[in-house]
């Protein structure tokens, strides 16, 4: 009996820690910052735009691009918060 609680633990840890994996943030890499520095980001930002190159050799801009990835669906890339890119439509 206390063989199988402890095997029931260990199995919620490891579910646990593997969710958390595939869990995305709004900024994943960045540190929190003030309004003030998010202000000066967004005028850096317009300044170096990103840019994908589709299939069809044309290159699009964009201000910033995110991968966002999970388990269960294809990882795609999305664009200034609201265009989905999928991986069949661009270049590798």
Known sequence: MKTNIIYLIIISICVA???NSCATGKDTVAV???STEKQTDVKASKKADSYIEMNDGTIRKY???KLVTG???TPYLLANEQIKTLPTQIKA
């Open 17 to 19: 820690l593997l969710v």
């Open 32 to 34: 929190s910052q003030t």
């Open 63 to 65: 201000n910033q691009i």
């Open 71 to 73: 388990i269960i669906y």
